[in-house]
């Protein structure tokens, strides 16, 4: 979603003033600093009224008092900050395109605003660390929801005074890959990928939602009975430590903490509950205190459950392997013959008809438990995306047993309702194969190499490979030259363990999370070099890191689970490790992301960040910047940025001369007053002389303008004769500021300021 723009909010500015239309700003006075002077103070000189106060130069309404630093505009005063165009918005409105427009729903980030909208910082409040705060941690800036603008055609930039749209305009953060250790939960060993979801209410609103501090949810095992008799914990950070919120030991049918949880709201009350597997192939859920909610009728395998809404009523189910259950009561609700023992079942609406089904690696199903396509090739390990771009769905399906790769489409016209794509891609590339010559964990989807187009990711036990997703589909190139890259990693243990994806450094290019039995590791997307990688010891099942802005600081964190329970040791220092990790960049640049992971197949669009579940879930393929499985993302906005140009011209009203250099954001985000700028006679880089400096006086949303008039007390007569230009530069670099420009390139203008009245 593009952000949105506020118009200018200004009438135009004095008959002879170049920068006149429907689009100039009205002209302020600034506090001067430097060898001018300002006509800030001076009541018989208003360069917007060309020497009269109490008329409009637009309208010639005429007010019946001075309007001082506001406006006349339509027979009244209008307050500076109120004018839009040629009206005056009503109090709390703001300027938005050419429009008044009451500002929107408060919002931390784009997510939280309707399609057409985008959040404004600068109508918020800024966050703060939170400390002492009803539920400890931090407090993320806030803004207010305002329509988006229209955007500009690739490559084309507004000039002049009538902007109609506005270019992309982004900084990107610097690349940063430092990671440290920020919470360490010791207690125990796990060995099974945690969730990330809001349980409760941290804030005091007396709501539990994405505002609130997330709970990391996890099981843990004793001895090394990673099988039997599970624990299942909730932590969370409070000002800047762990806290453990509850945990839960049942012994009527213990908890299995080496298979998967799911979490969402489920019953229809608001907060979220947690769904783990038990011991005899059935299901539990928790209510967000840890109390239980029910205990599932259905005992058909519990692996890796996935809560959705497959009838759209708003009532969500919950989906194994075998069987479906009511999300609110735990009673079965369909069964099927999908995949048995340890393999791994996926929710997505594959053959388009508007519905979810159960996608098995090898069959999918409606929730009826009709099948509608199956292989016939088995397998393991399901993921969903749209590799060809076509609006269609793919499955790219792990078979463990012979450590391939399979991708698949559905087709109700072939008999079994599927097409093979692909099949027999070795996964371990050149590196060999493990005993028993098994291996494949569940795939990860994203754009690895950036260009555009889904690859398929996956930890095979002698290595983590990624395929190229553009050759997977294109038949002409062969099995063994779809592998992108693969590097060494050691898991022939499990041989099946998954990872993660995110882009930290918001450059477009998916970064890998992937964790062995010996190490975490950071790799390149592009190529696999290892960025980080620290010790991280784990006899390995199905578990993966995951990436979620757990302690609600703005930045991303990996949280990663351990154990020690086993011989596996670092081969750096002959370490173990065991329990929760939480990772974060040293220097903070890491970017913003969401504050839930929910289930093992987390692909965004089946959960909303509070941990409602949507009543349709939209194709994650459909949505522009996902077409992903297991991989988080940036808010929509996330690094936009301001843009400011400014243009010269001058006031030739007869009472003071005047070079007004009227300052304009054509950037997607608001800059704030304050910004410098400084008045030259002829250019600065060839020595042009400095007439002053003034500063914007209020904060200059996207699209919006100021005009500063400078009187300058030298060079006058040369700048009215046209002898020399003048020049009129915007922030210069001091004072030095948090924000960044698109364009920093831009940020200059001169003209020949003449002017034909004598004075």
């Not at 259905?298 to 809560?307: D, E, K, L, N, Q």
């Not at 997307?525 to 600081?553: I, K, R, S």
């Amino acid at each position: 979603m593009p952000l949105g723009l506020l118009a200018a909010c200004s009438d135009a500015p004095a008959e002879d003033t170049a920068d006149s239309a429907t689009m100039g700003v009205e002209t302020l006075s600034g506090t001067e600093t430097g060898t001018g002077s300002s006509s800030t103070g001076d009541p018989t000189f208003d360069s917007s009224t060309s020497g009269t106060p109490d008329t409009d130069a637009t309208t010639g309404s005429a007010c019946a008092e001075d309007c001082g630093d506001g406006t006349c505009v339509d027979g009244a005063c209008c307050a500076a900050e109120a004018v839009c165009d040629d009206i005056c918005c009503a109090g709390g409105d703001v300027c938005s395109f050419q429009e008044c427009v009451s500002p929107g729903a408060e919002c931390v980030d784009a997510s939280e605003c309707a399609d057409n909208e985008y959040c404004e910082y600068s109508l918020g409040e800024p966050g703060d660390k939170g400390v002492g705060k009803c539920g400890g941690g931090v407090s993320l800036a806030t803004g207010r929801c305002l329509p988006e603008p229209p955007e500009c055609p690739k490559g084309v930039v507004p000039e002049g005074e009538e902007i109609d749209c506005l270019p992309e305009c982004e900084v990107i953060p610097e690349p940063s890959f430092a990671p440290e250790l920020k919470y360490h939960w010791d207690l125990g060993n796990s060995m099974m990928a945690p969730i990330i979801i809001q349980l409760d209410d941290d804030n005091c609103d007396d709501e539990v939602d994405e505002r609130d501090i997330p709970e990391i949810v996890f099981a843990t095992f004793e001895g090394s009975a990673y099988n039997d008799n599970g624990t299942l914990h909730a932590i969370s950070i409070v000002d800047g430590a762990i806290v453990d919120k509850w945990s839960a030991n049942p012994q009527d049918v213990q908890i299995n903490p080496g298979r998967s949880i799911a979490s969402g709201n489920i019953d229809g009350i608001p907060g979220n509950e947690i769904v783990v597997c038990l011991t005899n192939g059935g299901a539990r859920a928790y209510r967000a205190d840890g109390t239980e909610l029910w205990t599932s009728d259905y005992v058909g395998g519990c692996f890796m459950p996935s809560i959705a809404d497959f009838n759209q009523d708003g009532a969500p189910e919950v989906a194994f392997q075998n069987g479906i259950v009511a999300g609110a009561t735990g009673i079965t609700q369909a069964t099927y013959a999908g995949a048995s023992g340890s393999s791994s079942i996926v929710v997505s609406d594959i053959d388009g008809d508007g519905m979810l089904e159960v996608v098995g690696p090898a069959a999918a199903f409606e929730a009826d438990g009709t099948q509608i396509a199956a292989t016939g090739l088995g397998g393991s390990h399901p993921a969903v995306a749209d590799f060809d771009g076509d609006g269609s769905a793919e499955v790219a399906t792990i078979v463990t047993a012979n450590h391939t790769l399979v991708v698949w489409r559905p087709d109700p016209v072939n008999p079994a309702g599927a097409d093979i794509i692909r099949q027999d891609i070795n996964i371990n590339g050149d590196l060999g194969a493990c005993n028993g010559d098994t291996g494949g964990g569940p795939p990860t989807i994203a754009d690895f190499n950036g260009d555009g187009v889904p690859d398929v990711g996956v930890a095979a036990g002698v290595g983590y490979a990624v395929f190229d997703g553009d050759a997977l589909l294109t038949p002409a190139i062969a099995n063994e030259t779809t592998l992108l890259w693969i590097t060494p990693a050691v898991d022939c243990s499990s041989r099946q363990t998954g990872s993660s994806v995110f882009d930290f450094d918001g450059n477009g290019q998916a970064e890998v999370v992937y964790a062995d039995q010996e190490y975490l590791r950071i790799y390149d997307g592009p190529t696999g070099a290892v960025l980080f990688e620290t010790c991280n010891t784990t006899g390995t099942l199905w578990e993966y890191p995951l990436v979620a802005d757990v302690d609600n600081d703005g930045h991303a964190d990996i949280v990663a689970i351990s154990n020690d329970y086993s011989s596996i040791t670092c081969p750096d220092d002959g370490s173990q490790q065991r329990g929760v990790r939480v990772f974060g960049d040293e220097e903070g640049k890491w970017v913003r992301t969401r504050r839930i992971w929910n289930q093992h197949a987390y692909h965004v669009t089946n959960v909303e960040e509070d941990g409602t579940i949507p009543a349709a879930e939209v194709a994650n393929w459909t949505v522009p910047r996902l077409n992903n499985f297991r991989q988080n993302v940036q808010p929509e906005g996330e690094f936009s940025a301001p843009d400011l140009i400014v243009s010269v011209s001058q006031d030739c009203s007869p009472m003071a001369y005047g070079v007004v250099a009227t300052v304009r954001n054509i950037g997607r985000s608001a800059v704030p007053a304050g910004v410098p700028v400084t008045f030259y006679a002829g250019d600065p880089a060839a020595g042009g002389a400095l007439l002053g400096m003034m500063t914007t006086t209020k904060e200059l949303y996207p699209a919006e303008g100021e005009d500063l008039t400078l009187v300058p007390d030298s060079n006058v007569q040369e700048l009215r004769d046209g002898v020399v230009e003048a020049w009129a530069v915007v922030d210069e670099g001091n004072p030095v500021h948090t924000w960044r420009e698109c364009r920093p390139d831009n940020n200059d203008a001169s003209a020949f300021v003449a002017c034909n009245i004598s004075g």
